[in-house]
């Protein structure tokens, strides 16, 4: 399950959920590039201009955007995260009881 930890949708895909674990990675590679890209603009625009009121302001924008994809990125974590390691319990109770019986 520290798949899971360390790539967002890599334990769906452990616990044979592959279209679910595809979805994952998938929202957090766009959320990755968008980011990425959000954060270049930024650096850039810090660097290219002076400290007037509207570039202050802009710059507050541009902020908030990037705040918001990283916090979709960590929901999006956390629910991967929990949905593996529930899946996985679930899953090893169930096989568990097969064997058992």
Same mark, same amino acid.
């Not at 924008?61 to 990283?70: A, C, P, R, S, W």
């Given at each position: 399950?520290?798949?899971? &930890?360390?790539?967002?949708? &890599?334990?769906?895909? /452990?616990?044979?959920?592959?279209?679910?674990?595809?979805?994952?990675?998938? $929202?957090?590679?766009?959320?990755? /590039?968008?980011?990425?890209?959000?954060? /270049?603009?930024?650096?850039?625009?810090?660097?290219?201009?002076?400290?007037?009121?509207? /570039?202050?302001?802009?710059?507050?924008?541009?902020?908030? !955007?990037?705040?918001?994809?990283?916090?979709?990125?960590?929901?999006?974590?956390?629910?991967?995260?929990? !949905?593996?390691?529930?899946? $996985?319990? !679930?899953?090893?109770?169930?096989?568990?009881?097969?064997?058992?019986?």
């Amino acid at each position: 399950m520290c798949s899971a &930890l360390i790539i967002p949708g &890599l334990g769906q895909i /452990v616990n044979q959920e592959i279209k679910k674990g595809g979805f994952i990675l998938g $929202a957090v590679f766009l959320l990755f /590039v968008a980011g990425s890209t959000k954060l /270049v603009l930024i650096l850039k625009s810090m660097v290219g201009h002076s400290g007037s009121y509207t /570039v202050v302001s802009s710059r507050i924008l541009e902020q908030f !955007d990037l705040l918001l994809i990283i916090g979709a990125f960590l929901v999006i974590w956390i629910y991967s995260v929990l !949905d593996a390691y529930l899946k $996985a319990r !679930d899953h090893g109770i169930k096989h568990s009881e097969i064997i058992s019986h």
